[in-house]
C-alpha cells in the first residue's frame, strides 16, 4: 500500500475510464498521515538510551537531541522512502511524530504545562489529532482546488 494519501483532486486529474483509481477513504487516510516506521524507531532508541545506566545524567540531554534529529529525518524520510510529494501530508506527519512521542513520554516527560504532565495532555490531544486530521487534510484540498477554479 502506498502512503500516498488519493484525495478527489488526484482522481479527477486522470482521464475517465483510463484508471480505476478512488478517493482515500477517512480511516485509510488516518493511517497514512501516521508515520508508524518512524515512531517505532524511534521509541526504540528512545528506550535504549532510557534504560541507559552508564550515564544516566545524560540520558534527557540524549534523548532531546534524538528527538530532534528523528523529527529533522522525518520529512526527509517520508519524501525519499515513502515518496510522498505532498508537503501538507508531511507536515501532518511531523505533527502526528510529535504527538506520538508527546503522548508516549519522550524527551520532556517530567515536564509540567498549567498543571498537566506532557505525557498526559499529548494522550489527550493525540487522539483528537487523530480523528480530526482526516477532515481537516480533506477541507484543506476542497480550498486549494476551490481557489484553482476561481481563478480561470
Given at each position: 500500500?502506498?502512503?500516498?494519501?488519493?484525495?478527489?483532486?488526484?482522481?479527477?486529474?486522470?482521464?475517465?475510464?483510463?484508471?480505476?483509481?478512488?478517493?482515500?477513504?477517512?480511516?485509510?487516510?488516518?493511517?497514512?498521515?501516521?508515520?508508524?516506521?518512524?515512531?517505532?524507531?524511534?521509541?526504540?532508541?528512545?528506550?535504549?538510551?532510557?534504560?541507559?545506566?552508564?550515564?544516566?545524567?545524560?540520558?534527557?540531554?540524549?534523548?532531546?537531541?534524538?528527538?530532534?534529529?528523528?523529527?529533522?529525518?522525518?520529512?526527509?524520510?517520508?519524501?525519499?522512502?515513502?515518496?510522498?510529494?505532498?508537503?501538507?501530508?508531511?507536515?501532518?506527519?511531523?505533527?502526528?511524530?510529535?504527538?506520538?512521542?508527546?503522548?508516549?513520554?519522550?524527551?520532556?516527560?517530567?515536564?509540567?504545562?498549567?498543571?498537566?504532565?506532557?505525557?498526559?495532555?499529548?494522550?489527550?490531544?493525540?487522539?483528537?489529532?487523530?480523528?480530526?486530521?482526516?477532515?481537516?487534510?480533506?477541507?484543506?484540498?476542497?480550498v486549494q482546488s476551490s481557489k484553482?477554479?476561481?481563478?480561470?
Amino acid at each position: 500500500m502506498s502512503r500516498i494519501i488519493i484525495t478527489r483532486k488526484m482522481v479527477s486529474s486522470f482521464p475517465p475510464g483510463l484508471f480505476t483509481i478512488k478517493e482515500d477513504p477517512w480511516y485509510s487516510t488516518i493511517i497514512k498521515l501516521i508515520p508508524a516506521e518512524i515512531i517505532s524507531v524511534y521509541f526504540a532508541v528512545f528506550n535504549l538510551i532510557k534504560v541507559n545506566k552508564q550515564h544516566p545524567d545524560n540520558n534527557d540531554i540524549l534523548q532531546l537531541i534524538v528527538f530532534g534529529l528523528f523529527l529533522l529525518i522525518t520529512p526527509f524520510y517520508l519524501k525519499r522512502i515513502a515518496r510522498i510529494e505532498s508537503a501538507k501530508q508531511i507536515v501532518f506527519c511531523s505533527i502526528a511524530f510529535t504527538l506520538w512521542v508527546l503522548s508516549l513520554g519522550g524527551p520532556i516527560e517530567g515536564i509540567t504545562m498549567t498543571g498537566y504532565s506532557t505525557q498526559f495532555l499529548g494522550s489527550v490531544i493525540l487522539p483528537v489529532f487523530t480523528l480530526l486530521a482526516p477532515i481537516i487534510y480533506q477541507k484543506t484540498e476542497k480550498v486549494q482546488s476551490s481557489k484553482f477554479k476561481v481563478q480561470g
